[in-house]
Nanobody, 127 residues
Framework: QVQLVESGGGLVQAGGSLRLSCAAS????????MGWFRQAPGKEREFVAA????????YYAEYVKGRFTISRDNAESTIYLQMNSLKLEDTAVYYC????????????????????WGQGTQVTVSS
């Protein structure tokens, strides 16, 4: 059983930055593809970014591309989401998710592909 714990959320002004972390335990972290999703109030959960377990390949939603960076440290069993130039519309609960894969360079952008989810961390961007 894999457990994921997000941290790093908080209140930030528009234009500011935050770095989210997601620590994993259980399983073999280096064989898990990872992703970040978010859910704003009254909206469906949406994809943000994904990274392969090799760390070589990453993919971003258009609305965060150029502002957010996903990375991972397999030695620390942790992934990160560096969020820069934050906008009001980035306000949401951010979730990390993971799924095992035999392909080191594959990432996943659909929720249904993920088996385990964290509890989420709130990010609030103020004007």
């Amino acid at each position: 059983q894999v457990q994921l714990v997000e941290s790093g959320g908080g209140l930030v002004q528009a234009g500011g930055s935050l770095r989210l972390s997601c620590a994993a335990s259980g399983g073999t972290f280096s064989s898990y593809a990872m992703g970040w999703f978010r859910q704003a109030p009254g909206k469906e959960r949406e994809f943000v970014a994904a990274i392969s377990w090799s760390g070589i390949n990453a993919y971003y939603a258009e609305y965060v591309k150029g502002r957010f960076t996903i990375s991972r440290d397999n030695a620390e069993s942790t992934i990160y989401l560096q969020m820069n130039s934050l906008k009001l519309e980035d306000t949401a609960v951010y979730y990390c998710a993971t799924t095992s894969t035999y392909s080191p360079d594959r990432y996943y952008i659909n929720e249904i592909s993920y088996n385990y989810w964290g509890q989420g961390t709130q990010v609030t961007v103020s004007s």
